[in-house]
């Protein structure tokens, strides 16, 4: 059963820091995988994202210089740093797997989804 199950995120006063964890149970090879934000009222958008096994990398000039993506192979874990939050940042942030488009509109694995609040 393949399944993507995040944890992390929290609440932050602007200015903070947060990881968020997304911990995978499955495998599909070279893809594309990205993590969305979605605020109230806002679109879905991506703001990071790589293509596995390659050096390939998209982040969103929003979050630029501050989101990093990172992984741990050994954990099947993939992790998103959130550094110098700003309350634009408040959001439902999902990880995502086998993803179409680039930077990606579309995936076919989804995480839960957690929620950040920076206030």
């Known amino acids: 059963h393949v399944q993507l199950v995040e944890s992390g995120g929290g609440s932050v006063q602007p200015g903070g820091s947060l990881r968020i964890s997304c911990v995978e149970s499955?495998?599909?090879?070279?893809?594309?995988r990205a993590w969305f934000r979605q605020a109230p009222g806002k679109e879905r958008e991506v703001v990071a994202a790589?293509?596995?096994?390659?050096?390939?990398?998209y982040v969103a000039d929003s979050v630029k210089g501050r989101f990093f993506i990172s992984r741990n192979n050994a954990k099947n874990t993939e992790y998103l740093d959130m550094n110098n939050l700003q309350p634009e940042d408040s959001a439902m942030y999902y990880c995502?797997?086998?993803?179409?488009?680039?930077?990606?509109?579309?995936?076919?694995?989804w995480g839960q989804g957690t929620q950040v609040t920076v206030s």
């Open positions: 790589r293509i596995t096994g390659g050096g390939v990398s």
């Open positions: 995502a797997a086998v993803c179409s488009g680039w930077p990606p509109v579309g995936c076919d694995y």
């Open positions: 499955g495998y599909w090879g070279t893809h594309a």
